[in-house]
């Protein structure tokens, strides 16, 4: 079934979009069809020997690479949740004094890495904004701000390391104290 790419999805898109959805994307078939739409603009006048198994295979890995971006953004920020720790009901005054020490540090941390990073991890983290929104709201591709929050995440993360680390030095250090 030669032909271009173009015209093909036009007159398959409905079956396209049940192809989508038969997989486990219902909530995002439309989504996904249209950014197969896109990736077919840009190709052009394409022409393939088979223009519809080429379509489902575009479809199909298109729906592969956002399941995967999926499963490393929730991986992400599971390890973000961990290194942050869970918040105890009635910390004491140690306790506030370190998180405060803490927050200080994430905020020295996201400003050095620069106003957007440090905006769109705050939009995103403590506002709750999707990527997709802050992306659309900067005018950048949902890629970059994915790429903004990594850099903040892994920032973060390594500060955090490095906090803890010293509190175990510190901690270490005291009970030789008393040792003696």
Do not use: C
């Not at 920020?77 to 942050?84: F, L």
């Amino acid at each position: 079934m030669a032909g271009t790419l173009d015209d093909a999805f036009m007159i398959h898109r409905p079956a396209l979009l049940r192809y989508l959805r038969a997989r486990g994307t219902s909530d995002e078939a439309e989504d996904l069809l249209q950014d197969l739409w896109l990736k077919v603009l840009s190709a052009g006048a394409l022409e393939a020997d088979d223009t519809l198994a080429y379509l489902y295979r575009m479809a199909h890995n298109l729906m592969l690479d956002r399941r995967r971006a999926s499963m490393r953004r929730k991986s992400r920020e599971e390890k973000y949740q961990d290194t942050i720790g869970e918040i105890h009901a009635t910390p004491d005054a140690e306790q506030v004094l370190l998180a405060r020490e803490n927050l200080r540090a994430v905020d020295q941390v996201l400003a050095s890495l620069g106003a957007k990073t440090d905006y769109i991890f705050r939009r995103h983290r403590v506002e709750g904004i999707a990527q997709r929104e802050i992306a659309a709201e900067l005018g950048v591709t949902l890629s970059a701000v994915e790429k903004h929050l990594q850099k903040a995440y892994r920032a973060v993360a390594a500060m955090h390391a490095s906090f803890a680390m010293t509190q175990e030095s510190e901690e270490n250090r005291e009970t030789d104290i008393e040792r003696r």
